[in-house]
């Protein structure tokens, strides 16, 4: 199991510029693939991005294409999610997620397959 804080919500303007991190602890942090997710009051829970165990591929879902960069840096046991341009509609709680893999290259978009979560933080877009 591996343990997961969210921090770096909070309100920021439309356009701005925000970044989430996640810091991890427990098991080996390189051996997860990690994901950040988000849900919005009465909604599902969606994709955001993901990212590969070494942090070399990465895939965002269609609306943050272009700005918002998932990244992760094994050596701190952290994961960000550099949110650039947010828009109201990116309003809010954000997740990130983790799954142990054997497999390098894989990343994971399907937020069932993720085995470990942090509590949310909360990022709030005015316009």
């Known amino acids: 199991q591996v343990q997961l804080v969210e921090s770096g919500g909070g309100l920021v303007q439309a356009g701005g510029s925000l970044r989430l991190s996640c810091a991890a602890s427990g098991r080996t942090f390189s051996t997860y693939a990690m994901g950040w997710f988000r849900q919005a009051p009465g909604k599902e829970r969606e994709f955001v991005a993901a990212?590969?165990?070494?942090?070399?591929?990465?895939d965002y879902e269609d609306a943050v294409k272009g700005r918002f960069i998932i990244s992760r840096d094994n050596t701190k046991n952290t994961v960000y999610l550099q949110m650039n341009s947010p828009k109201p509609e990116d309003t809010a709680a954000y997740y990130c997620?983790?799954?142990?893999?054997?497999?390098?290259?894989?990343?994971?978009?399907?937020?069932?397959?993720?085995?470990?979560w942090g509590q949310g933080t909360q990022v709030t877009v005015s316009s």
């Open positions: 990212i590969n165990r070494p942090g070399i591929t990465t």
């Open positions: 997620a983790a799954k142990f893999t054997a497999r390098l290259v894989r990343l994971y978009a399907n937020r069932y397959e993720y085995d470990n």
